[in-house]
């Protein structure tokens, strides 16, 4: 269920998508990967929710927000044990269904296609290309080129480098890290409520419109997309 639609008839000439939780069905690994390196150093484990609050944020803030006791010299272990955890896991993260078919619908159909996300550039890099769409997004940032969400830079730096007017731009995004900061770029939002945020936390950020599940993501986005 769409709970509530942008004005009737606005097209889109463009998508920006956030990668974990709103293509890729990571949400449960990152949240696992994140309280296995709280517990393999011996640090005060978080509930899941915390957790999956701070996925995509970069990892140096989720860990100011996540483990604030954790002191600057056990940085470089908590992500070391954090990525230990996560690369065993990476095998069972796949897209959502339908958004590989999706993806490449809208970039056939013209379509504008971009990822802003808290996840490195390797580790970004790596999931497109064992999923096989590098041909998909015209062009992509990661926390390594740009100030991370909800700060807009990542945001503004694909606009100027697709030439592409705000009002003609979709951000689409599992969390409110996402709707902040397409506000702040001056971009309509899609929030998901299948990922990391609640659709009560989502809300309270005030997207253009929300969608409930994957299908009715897919279907909203096809009918103003292109």
């Given at each position: 269920?769409?709970?509530?639609?942008?004005?009737?008839?606005k097209?889109?000439?463009?998508?920006?998508?956030?990668?974990?939780?709103?293509?890729?069905?990571?949400?449960?690994?990152?949240?696992?990967?994140?309280?296995?390196?709280?517990r393999?150093?011996?640090?005060?484990?978080?509930s899941?929710?915390?957790?999956?609050?701070?996925?995509?944020?970069?990892?140096?803030?989720?860990?100011?927000?996540?483990?604030?006791?954790?002191?600057?010299?056990?940085?470089?272990d908590?992500?070391?044990r954090?990525?230990?955890?996560?690369?065993?896991?990476?095998?069972?993260?796949?897209?959502?269904?339908?958004?590989?078919?999706?993806?490449?619908?809208?970039?056939?159909g013209?379509?504008?296609?971009?990822?802003?996300?808290?996840?490195?550039?390797?580790?970004?890099?790596?999931?497109?290309?064992?999923?096989?769409?590098?041909?998909?997004?015209?062009?992509?940032?990661?926390?390594?080129?740009?100030r991370g969400?909800?700060?807009?830079?990542m945001?503004?730096?694909?606009?100027?480098?697709?030439?592409?007017?705000?009002?003609?731009?979709?951000?689409?995004?599992?969390?409110?890290?996402?709707?902040?900061?397409?506000?702040?770029?001056?971009?309509?939002?899609?929030?998901?409520?299948?990922?990391?945020?609640?659709?009560?936390?989502?809300?309270s950020?005030?997207?253009?419109?929300?969608?409930?599940?994957?299908?009715?993501?897919?279907?909203?986005?096809?009918?103003?997309?292109?």
């Open positions: 269920m769409t709970m509530y639609p942008n004005p009737p008839g097209q889109y000439r463009a998508v920006i998508f956030d990668w974990d939780g709103t293509l890729l069905d990571s949400t449960h690994h990152i949240v696992g990967a994140l309280l296995g390196a709280c393999d150093l011996g640090l005060r484990e978080p899941r929710e915390e957790a999956g609050w701070v996925i995509g944020l970069s990892l140096q803030a989720a860990l100011y927000r996540l483990v604030p006791e954790l002191g600057a010299d056990r940085v470089d908590f992500v070391d954090y990525r230990t955890h996560f690369m065993a896991l990476q095998h069972e993260m796949h897209l959502f269904e339908g958004q590989a078919q999706l993806l490449r619908d809208l970039s056939a013209g379509s504008v296609l971009g990822v802003a996300t808290g996840k490195s550039r390797r580790g970004l890099d790596d999931s497109i290309r064992r999923l096989g769409l590098q041909e998909v997004f015209r062009a992509t940032r990661t926390v390594d080129e740009a969400k909800p700060d807009p830079d945001l503004l730096q694909l606009l100027a480098e697709l030439d592409l007017d705000p009002a003609a731009v979709l951000m689409v995004g599992d969390t409110t890290h996402d709707v902040l900061m397409a506000r702040a770029a001056g971009v309509d939002s899609l929030a998901v409520a299948y990922g990391a945020h609640a659709a009560s936390l989502l809300e950020a005030r997207p253009t419109a929300m969608a409930a599940t994957v299908p009715d993501m897919q279907a909203w986005i096809r009918a103003r997309v292109g």
